[in-house]
């Protein structure tokens, strides 16, 4: 069974400065997707970022990037420049590549942002 | 309109009301999905509407009860909850849905906060 692991269940940030969250995962799969969500006070979830484990280039969205070490089964969230508005629940989730696959999420990270 | 809608808001229900839980797309998408989330915990997937079928239920107890009635309109049916269904119910959407395999992405509303008392 797939596992998505966030090790971090609180981080907090000053505004303007980086911070960088974790995840690992455990998949026997070749083909499949990794996707950052984001869920502010709003309670909306928002896809922040998605990889395709196929492409070796990192993904990137504006202020937001991805590290991701296939080898070792890791995919990390870089938030630079925080702002206020990144305040929010991060959620780390993990797709098989194939039809009817279901979206398996981590327990989530708890950014703060600090004025 | 790249909005999922729910209503209500917020729903409060003893154990032996009915009620029902509504979300709405106007994205053209073919999957809609019903989640459950409690607090400061991940969603759980509760059902999938693929093209309009049920194509996912996890288990979920009867007394949840879903309905699709066309591609754009997504119902959830309460009837005797229990306090420990008290939670967020999130609704979500995606172009394909299960055909579309991993690559879909997930459009999510802003859910329903649900109080069993």
């Known amino acids: 069974a797939q596992t998505v692991t966030q090790s971090q269940p609180e981080m907090s940030v000053q505004e303007a400065e980086t911070v960088t969250l974790s995840c690992t995962y455990d998949?026997?799969?070749?083909?499949?997707?990794l996707f950052w969500y984001k869920q502010p006070p709003s309670r909306q979830m928002i896809l922040v970022i998605r990889?395709?484990?196929?492409?070796?280039q990192n993904a990137t969205e504006n202020r937001f990037s991805v590290n991701f070490q296939k080898a070792a089964k890791s995919f990390s969230l870089k938030i630079s420049d925080s702002q206020l508005g990144d305040a929010a629940m991060y959620f780390c989730?993990?797709?098989?590549?194939?039809?009817?696959?279901?979206?398996?999420f981590g327990e989530g990270t708890q950014l703060t942002v600090n004025p | 309109d790249t909005e999922v809608t729910q209503t209500p808001k917020h729903l409060v229900m003893g154990m032996t009301n009915k009620k029902s839980l509504k979300c709405e797309q106007h994205?053209?998408?073919?999957?809609m999905y019903w989640y459950k989330q409690k607090a400061k915990k991940p969603p759980e997937l509760m059902f999938v509407?693929?093209?309009?079928?049920?194509?996912i239920n996890e288990s979920v107890p009867s007394r949840f009860s879903p309905e699709c009635p066309n591609s754009s309109l997504l119902n959830l049916h309460l009837h005797a909850l229990q306090p420990e269904d008290s939670a967020l119910y999130l609704c979500?959407?995606?172009?394909?849905?299960?055909?579309?395999?991993?690559?879909?992405?997930?459009?999510f509303g802003s859910g329903t906060q649900l109080s069993v008392l």
């Open positions: 998949t026997s799969e070749s083909d499949y997707y």
């Open positions: 990889q395709e484990a196929y492409k070796q």
């Open positions: 989730a993990y797709k098989v590549g194939t039809s009817g696959s279901r979206l398996t």
């Open positions: 979500a959407s995606s172009q394909e849905g299960m055909v579309g395999g991993g690559r879909e992405k997930l459009f």
């Open positions: 509407y693929s093209y309009e079928k049920l194509s």
């Open positions: 994205m053209g998408h073919r999957a």
